[in-house]
């Protein structure tokens, strides 16, 4: 029997279990009783049943089945299902409780670009919704179906490696190839290679969804975000086939190329992208970490480093005294005598903050930097921590995304959002989004820093909250609006790397201003003139 819980749990599907130090966190933070670890809720166990069925006709149907193959495409409740939603909390709760109410039509598998051609030709003909689908790991409501139509899932066919050439430093990819087996194959071919881009998703999203939410990875610091490392894209729109050669750079007029990185799907369906690639020298990485007295010191120091001309780090991270706190507390780090070493040094809890450090590249680049960097550091009283934690950190950065669904099951809300700020203003604006975050009774509020630049950085909100039960949706809603609203007024962005989708459109006006929002329109009406491409206000953006 297929569940909702088949479809929403996160990555390979293993039932994941809370450890013990979260388990004590979460009892002090929210009052829980063993009563409240033993019951589930919401735990979305029944069997999956659409009332909705496909409403396209069985003449047009049948030609989709001619072009791919009827094997390749899927009408039954499953299917339609498990490609209704991405990751966003409120698509996991309507999962939980068993509510869809817009799937798509149809799941479509595409075998090659020709079969994508036909498709959109169709489409556009008749004014079908096309959603193009990746790992479905989006966390803005950017694959929802919302006017029912095709969900073109181009994992199953596109999803190889087209070339690399070594001596360009390039790598040319189908967008459908997922992260560790594009990965995988860079770092075993010939020379050994890397692809530089590792979000938490990384292990279930595809290079097609990277580019089209405009990612970055948690080595980003260094390797840049994905618009820094797109050279050209192919893409297949309503209004005919866009692809820009590959130069390092060039003067013609305006890059086409970027319109798409970030697109959401709504301009048409990227099929393959070249990228740059980087030599894999792991044994040459180096690491390092380092605690502070608190976080305008760690914000200093790292704006230093960034803004002193050494070289930068590729991992550069750094938790707020929050989420160093609840770190310590799972790692059962309090009661020992390190701990208590480092409080009678100044390094006390509630107010401390790690950073996480790590350097890509040749040997004594590695050293200089990271040796440059301890000498900076010092400056702000910085404790070094030795290599260990940041190590220890690698370990388990995808494993914690697996937290959220026994979480959720004790009733817990948890919630991410990212923002863009630039140095002057982020320590204003962690200042005002932790207020509002606390305003809720019983929220815990961890903040990160975890994408750097010369002129300012992210910041990285996760929360954790008891659901209000039976009105978990409305509840969040109202919440995510205030803390959106904060973030904005506070000068910062919507997004620095989630994306838009449609969980942040309707703030999009707001933030571009009508004229640039009215050209962005213009752009997809050209390339869209029937609005079939991710219909729904994806970005803001109408039909």
């Not at 360009?168 to 075993?188: C, H, I, K, R, W």
């Not at 620095?496 to 309707?506: D, E, F, M, Q, V």
Request: aromatic share 10%; with cysteine.
């Amino acid at each position: 029997m297929n569940t909702y819980r088949d479809i929403f749990k996160w990555g390979d599907k293993r039932e994941a279990t809370i450890d013990e130090g979260t388990l004590r966190v979460l009892q002090n933070a929210f009052g829980f009783t063993d009563e409240n670890f033993q019951n589930k809720y919401l735990v979305g166990d029944q069997e999956i049943k659409l009332d909705n069925k496909c409403k396209l006709d069985q003449k047009i149907v049948d030609q989709f089945k001619e072009i791919v193959g009827e094997e390749n495409c899927k009408t039954d409740d499953y299917s339609r299902a498990s490609h209704s939603y991405g990751k966003f909390y409120a698509d996991l709760v309507k999962l939980r409780k068993g509510l869809i109410s817009t799937p798509p039509d149809l799941v479509i598998y595409p075998r090659n670009e020709e079969d994508i051609i036909q498709i959109i030709k169709i489409c556009n003909t008749y004014k079908i919704a096309v959603t193009p689908f990746g790992g479905h790991s989006s966390v803005t409501r950017s694959v929802e179906t919302p006017n029912g139509g095709l969900s073109l899932d181009l994992t199953k066919h596109l999803n190889k490696i087209i070339e690399v050439n070594e001596i360009n430093s390039t790598v040319t990819v189908q967008s459908g190839m997922y992260g560790p087996a594009f990965e995988d194959y860079l770092n075993n071919y010939k020379d050994k290679y890397t692809c530089g881009h590792f979000p938490q998703s990384f292990e279930y999203s595809t290079v097609g969804g990277w580019v089209a939410a405009k990612g970055a990875g948690q080595a980003s610091t260094g390797y840049g975000k994905i618009e820094q490392m797109v050279l050209s894209l192919k893409v297949v729109t309503p209004a005919g086939i866009i692809e820009t050669k590959t130069y390092p750079a060039s003067a013609q007029g305006w890059d086409l190329y970027p319109i798409f990185i970030g697109s959401e799907g709504t301009l048409g369906v990227i099929t393959q992208v070249t990228m740059k690639i980087h030599k894999f020298r792991p044994a040459q990485t180096k690491y390092a970490s380092f605690i502070f007295k608190n976080f305008d010191s760690a914000v200093a120091a790292m704006r230093t480093v960034m803004q002193s001309g050494i070289g930068v780090p590729h991992l550069f991270r750094i938790s707020d005294p929050e989420e160093t706190d609840i770190a310590f507390k799972t790692k059962d780090f309090e009661g020992t005598i390190a701990n208590k070493f480092l409080n009678t040094l100044g390094y006390k809890s509630a107010n401390r903050c790690l950073m996480f450090v790590s350097v890509d590249g040749d040997k004594a680049y590695t050293n200089q930097v990271i040796s440059s960097i301890k000498n900076i550091v010092k400056k702000f009283d910085a404790f070094s921590l030795g290599a260990s934690p940041t190590k220890k950190w690698l370990e388990q950065r995808y494993s914690s995304a697996y937290l959220r669904d026994p979480l959720m099951d004790l009733g817990i809300m948890t919630d991410t959002l990212e923002t863009a700020v630039m140095w002057d203003n982020l320590i204003p604006l962690w200042n005002a989004v932790r207020t509002y975050l606390k305003s809720r009774e019983k929220t815990v509020a961890m903040v990160h820093i975890s994408h750097v630049y010369e002129n300012g950085a992210n910041l990285y909100f996760t929360y954790l909250s008891p659901m209000k039960k039976g009105d978990e949706l409305t509840d969040y809603e109202n919440f995510h609006k205030g803390l959106v609203d904060t973030i904005h007024t506070n000068k910062g962005s919507l997004s620095h790397h989630h994306g838009i989708g449609r969980s942040l459109a309707p703030w999009m006006q707001q933030e571009l201003g009508k004229n640039t929002l009215d050209l962005m329109q213009a752009i997809k009406n050209q390339l869209d003139p029937n609005g079939i491409m991710n219909p729904g206000n994806t970005l803001g953006l109408k039909p």
